[in-house]
C-alpha cells in the first residue's frame, strides 16, 4: 500500500535551517506531483509547496517563497523540504501528501502522519 | 488567492442524524475540460493526518462510507455526512486545486452529540 514517512524534524532556532525528507513507498514515485502542507499546533492546514513528477516545476505559498525549496530524488522515491532562515511562526506539523496527477495540480491523497518542527529560542 | 469559508466553524450532531457543512469559494473553481468543480474535502481525526473524502466536489473517493456525500456548484459547496456514527466525529477541510496557491477552508469541527 502506499506509504509516505516524513522526517528531519525537530527544535531550531530562529534563523537557522532544517531539511525535512518524506520516504515514499507502494506507487511509483516518479509519475505523481507531490505536495508539503503544514498544520500549526491547533490551527488549520496551509498548503506550502508543490513539485512536479519528474521536479522540473515547483511552486510555493507566499508565506515560504524564497525561504524554503522544494525537491524531488525520484531515483531514491524521496521528497525534500529545505527550510532556510526560520521563523517562530512556521513551527507546525509538516506533512507531504502524493498528489493525484503527474502535475501536482489535483487533490491529496494519501498524507505521512507528519513531522514537527519546532522554531524557538 | 482563492479564500474558501466554510460554515459553521463548529457544530454538534446526534448520533443517526444529518450534518451539513458548508464551503463558499471567493471564485468560481469551475475546471472546464471536463466541467467539474476543483473541491476536495478532508476528514482529519485528533492526532492524525488529513484523509481525503470526495474531489471534484462530489466524486466520493473508494472506501469512503457512502454517508458521505458532496454537492454545490458555482461557489457554493456542501459536504453532508448522512446518519451520522460516532467514528464521524473529526475536523472537515475544503480545499480548493483549481489555482495556486492552493487553499484550504479554516475547518468546521464536528461533534457527536
Known amino acids: 500500500q502506499v506509504q509516505l514517512v516524513e522526517s528531519g524534524g525537530g527544535v531550531v532556532q530562529p534563523g537557522r535551517s532544517l531539511r525535512l525528507s518524506c520516504a515514499a513507498s507502494g506507487f511509483t514515485f516518479s509519475s505523481y506531483g507531490m505536495h508539503w502542507v503544514r498544520q500549526a499546533p491547533g490551527k488549520g492546514l496551509e498548503w506550502v509547496a508543490v513539485v512536479s513528477y519528474a521536479g522540473d516545476n515547483k511552486d510555493y505559498a507566499d508565506s515560504v517563497k524564497g525561504r524554503f525549496t522544494i525537491s524531488r530524488d525520484n531515483s531514491k522515491s524521496t521528497l525534500y523540504l529545505q527550510m532556510n532562515s526560520l521563523r517562530t511562526e512556521d513551527t507546525a506539523t509538516y506533512y507531504c501528501a502524493k498528489d493525484r496527477s503527474t502535475s501536482g495540480n489535483y487533490w491529496l491523497d494519501p498524507w505521512g502522519q507528519g513531522t514537527l518542527v519546532t522554531v524557538s529560542s | 488567492d482563492i479564500v474558501l469559508t466554510q460554515s459553521p466553524d463548529s457544530l454538534a450532531v446526534s448520533l443517526g442524524e444529518r450534518a451539513t457543512i458548508d464551503c463558499k469559494s471567493s471564485q468560481i473553481i469551475l475546471y472546464s475540460p471536463n466541467n467539474k468543480n476543483s473541491l476536495a474535502w478532508y476528514q482529519q481525526k485528533p492526532g492524525q493526518p488529513p484523509k481525503l473524502l470526495i474531489y471534484w466536489a462530489s466524486t466520493r473517493e473508494s472506501g469512503v462510507p457512502d454517508r458521505f456525500s458532496g454537492g454545490g456548484s458555482g461557489t457554493g459547496f456542501t459536504l453532508t455526512i448522512s446518519n451520522l456514527q460516532a467514528e464521524d466525529a473529526a475536523v472537515y477541510y475544503c480545499?480548493?486545486?483549481?489555482?495556486?496557491?492552493?487553499?484550504f477552508g479554516q475547518g468546521t469541527k464536528l461533534e457527536i452529540k
Open positions: 480545499q480548493q486545486y483549481y489555482s495556486s496557491p492552493r487553499t
